[in-house]
Nanobody
Framework: VKLVESGGGLVQSGGSLRLSCAAS????????MYWVRQAPGKGLEWVSR????????AYGDSVKGRFTISRDNAKNTLYLQMNDLKPEDTARYYC???????????????RGQGTQVTVSS
């Protein structure tokens, strides 16, 4: 399993970024996928999840209405569109794969190295 995130950077409050996650080493379309984040000195926070075909999505309360998760199974790529970014969104963002094949477990052991998002006020 290989997950490689990209698209992070420094952005001003109110700005936007689009994160990507290139997946390989497994059949991407068979797995629910997640975005999670970790701010400095804090634990891992679930951000969003998406079903295998993309029809079902969910978001954490802190990002609901501002972030949009999507996937392109033909390109084995997961996305996170982040709008109206706030300083509290500053964190390292990781994509992760559900442990369960073709189903939802809410457990995601495999994740990438992450991409840093920094939002200045």
């Amino acid at each position: 399993v290989k997950l490689v995130e990209s698209g992070g950077g420094l952005v001003q409050s109110g700005g936007s970024l689009r994160l990507s996650c290139a997946a390989s080493g497994f059949t991407f379309s068979d797995y629910w996928m997640y975005w999670v984040r970790q701010a400095p000195g804090k634990g891992l926070e679930w951000v969003s999840r998406i079903s295998t075909g993309g029809a079902i999505t969910a978001y954490g309360d802190s990002v609901k209405g501002r972030f949009t998760i999507s996937r392109d199974n033909a390109k084995n790529t997961l996305y996170l569109q982040m709008n109206d970014l706030k300083p509290e969104d500053t964190a390292r963002y990781y994509c992760a794969r559900d442990d369960r094949l073709a189903g939802y477990s809410g457990i995601y052991s495999a994740r990438g190295q992450g991409t840093q998002v920094t939002v200045s006020s």
